[in-house]
């Protein structure tokens, strides 16, 4: 059995966004569960608008994603593989030269649509003689190239989609070679999936109607044709497409903004299938979800307030070991780490608001003083310390018997001395992390 290889292949001409993790880690995850490899091939055919610095980016999003890819390559340099199949497809008459300006072909296509016929491609070009193809290029025209296509069905069993159908004979003829003699997506993509023995192509529905296109040039290179899946695309909730324009829901800005990366996997995954959105903490989990058949022929639409809940769910799980390096980063103390984690977390949609709570802890802390007489004598009937885990219940309760208060006449006077806000984790935690001295100054009225 031949083993699986899939292939994630974004263009450097930007950041990569939560739309694009969702074919990326679909890929990957289908690698994982059927024991295949995952490569990575930056399509960067696109001199002008590829760079260097999204090249790097999308690797460094890859990374945080928890994707490692078996294989790297860059499509820019297999540039020769690209021409060699260029002339074997010309030396075919599969691919011939055209000559109309893009000012041409569109008083063309309003022509067609006036006259009520499908605005398609009339390969004029080919009614073209020797001598008239000269006399364009002595005029200055450089042709680009059309893939000539059977205008016949092509049907495949999509993993995703079930039976498909695309029927060529409604297409225009692509073009796969521009004026400049670079090949535009749809060659380079053909050449490189199948000398790179991919086995199948994962991708999004807008590439549909491409497949038809694209298994014929690879029946016509001589290669075999891949397996093909065609998911549902992520959407926002009113149905928007997601684009690198929306630099909100950009990968890189999601992991500053200080989200969990399993929270962004989760969402991008499980929306749009027959699995309900969860916290899913690890990718072996994830991959034990993904099942291609299940993906919804409905747009994946997905509200991002769905991603500050599945994140707030993992951190609430998050044990004390995963988050130790980055409490410490944010200068919690090392002795009172754990059990500082172990009292706030429940109260956290992030791990970095933690810092937050430390200040609460550690101070200063302006106490916030509703009854002075009332916590006069709380302060009186304070024990001495050290605190424990006991000690708020034992205080409270004295304080409740001296006092006749109970419940938020109680409660909330002590908080808003102790931490300055209405809300916040269990006292009970808190109280022992606070400790006596900065208790009795904050109950006294002292910034502490």
Known sequence: MTTPLVRFAPSPTGFLHIGNARPALLNYLFARREGGRFLLRLDDTDRERSTEEFAGAIREDLVWLGIEPDLFARQSERNASHQAAKETLIAQGRLY?????????????????????????????????????????????????????????????????????????????????????????????????????????????????????????????????????????????????????????????????GYEAAAVNSLAVLTGTAEAVRAVGSLDDLAGLVDLGRISRAPARFDPSELDVINAQLVHAMPFDEARERLLALGIHEETAEAFWNVVRANLGKVDEAAEWWRVVAGPVSPVIQNAGFLEKALALLPDGPFDATTWKSWTEAVKQATGAKGRVLFMPLRLALTGLDHGPDLAGLLPLIGRERTAQRLAGESA
């Open 97 to 257: 030269p055209c000559y109309e300006t893009a000012e041409e072909l569109d008083r063309r296509r309003k022509r067609q649509l006036g006259r009520g016929l499908p605005p398609i491609y009339d390969r004029a070009a080919l009614s073209l003689t020797g001598e008239e193809r000269a006399a364009l290029e002595a005029q200055g025209r450089r042709p680009h190239w059309r893939f000539k296509l059977d205008h016949k069905v092509v049907a495949w069993n999509d993993l995703v989609r079930g039976e498909s159908h695309v029927d060529c004979a409604s297409l225009s003829d692509p073009v796969l070679i521009r004026e400049d003699g670079t090949a535009l997506y749809t060659l380079p993509s053909v050449v490189d999936d199948a000398e790179m023995g991919v086995t199948h192509i994962i991708r999004g529905e807008d590439h549909v109607t491409n497949t038809g296109v694209q298994v014929q040039i690879f029946e016509a290179l001589g290669y075999p044709v891949p397996v093909f899946a065609h998911h549902n695309l992520l959407t926002t909730s009113d149905g928007e497409g997601l684009s690198k324009r929306l630099g909100h829901l950009s990968l890189r800005s999601l992991r500053e903004a």
